[in-house]
């Protein structure tokens, strides 16, 4: 059984930084694309950023230049790293793996979400 487990949100005044970080635990063959969404609330999740296991990396226009994903593959873990954060930043952060457990079975995996909230 394969979990994400995140962890790194929380409370922070506009123009600071957080770090989370999201690792995979379980039977794990391999790791394809990891992720990270959120969802504002009241709104529709949505895509943040993306980062291959060969490290191709795609941002949404509104994080370009203040968030930068990573993962490190030896500990199955992506981290998202934010800064100059603003108010509009504020939603549930949540990982998404495409995760191998044998070669031939794959899965959508997401954690459980970790809480932003950025005070102005």
């Known amino acids: 059984q394969v979990q994400l487990v995140e962890s790194g949100g929380g409370l922070v005044q506009a123009g600071g930084s957080l770090r989370l970080s999201c690792a995979a635990s379980?039977?794990?063959?391999?790791?394809?694309?990891m992720r990270w969404y959120r969802q504002p609330p009241g709104k529709q999740r949505e895509l943040v950023a993306a980062?291959?296991?060969?490290?191709?990396?795609t941002y949404t226009d509104s994080v370009k230049g203040r968030f930068t994903i990573s993962r490190d593959n030896a500990k199955n873990t992506v981290y998202l790293q934010m800064n100059s954060l603003k108010p509009e930043d504020t939603a549930v952060y949540y990982c998404?793996?495409?995760?191998?457990?044998?070669?031939?079975?794959?899965?959508?995996?997401w954690g459980q979400g970790t809480q932003v909230t950025v005070s102005s």
């Open positions: 980062i291959t296991s060969g490290g191709s990396i």
């Open positions: 998404y793996a495409d995760i191998r457990t044998t070669l031939l079975r794959r899965n959508d995996y």
């Open positions: 379980g039977t794990i063959f391999s790791i394809n694309v």
